[in-house]
C-alpha cells in the first residue's frame, strides 16, 4: 500500500475545517509506534531546540488557529500535529521532514485525537448562528 503524503501546500487550499479534517484523518490507523521502551527518542526530539524553533514557525503561520482555520483559535492544549506519521526510523535517522513546516499544522488536542483515531465527536462544534425570533416559537 503506497502512503499518500500529505501537505500544507495541499492543505491550504481547501477552505473549510470539515475539509482539512477529512484530509488530515488517518481513518483509526495510527503510524508505527514511537512509544514504550522507545519513549525517550520521541521526548528528546520534542524537548530540542529545532523541534522548539520549528513549533514556533509552524504556529506564527497558522495564526495558532485548530488547522489553520481563522475562526478557530486555540487557547489551550495546542498542538503541532505532523501530517504524515513519523516512525522511530525518522527519528534515528535524522529525517528532515520531521520538522519541515511543508508538513505540520497546529492542532487542538481533541482534534489531534480525532484525525489519529477517527473520532468526529471529538472536532470543535462551529458557532451557532442566530437569525431574529429563531428563539421565538411562535413566530
Not at 499518500?4 to 492543505?11: A, G, P, Q, T
Not at 503510524?31 to 513549533?55: M, V
Not at 522511530?88 to 520538522?99: A, K, R, T, V, Y
Not at 470543535?124 to 421565538?136: E, G, H, L, M, Y
Request: with cysteine; glycine share 6%.
Amino acid at each position: 500500500m503506497m502512503l499518500r503524503i500529505r501537505s500544507y501546500r495541499e492543505l491550504r487550499k481547501l477552505l473549510t475545517f470539515e475539509e482539512r479534517f477529512k484530509y488530515l484523518s488517518l481513518k483509526g490507523h495510527v503510524g508505527e509506534s514511537i512509544f514504550g521502551f522507545d519513549r525517550y527518542l520521541n521526548q528528546n526530539l520534542y524537548r530540542s531546540r529545532e523541534w522548539k524553533q520549528t513549533r514556533y514557525k509552524v504556529i506564527e503561520r497558522d495564526q495558532a488557529c485548530d488547522l489553520g482555520i481563522a475562526g478557530y483559535e486555540i487557547e489551550v492544549e495546542l498542538l503541532i500535529h505532523h501530517m504524515n506519521p513519523i516512525s522511530l526510523d525518522d527519528i534515528e535517522s535524522g529525517n528532515e521532514d520531521i520538522f519541515d513546516p511543508e508538513f505540520l499544522i497546529c492542532t487542538t488536542y481533541n482534534t489531534h485525537r480525532a484525525i489519529h483515531f477517527g473520532d468526529e465527536s471529538l472536532l470543535p462544534k462551529p458557532p451557532i448562528v442566530r437569525r431574529p425570533n429563531d428563539t421565538i416559537p411562535w413566530r
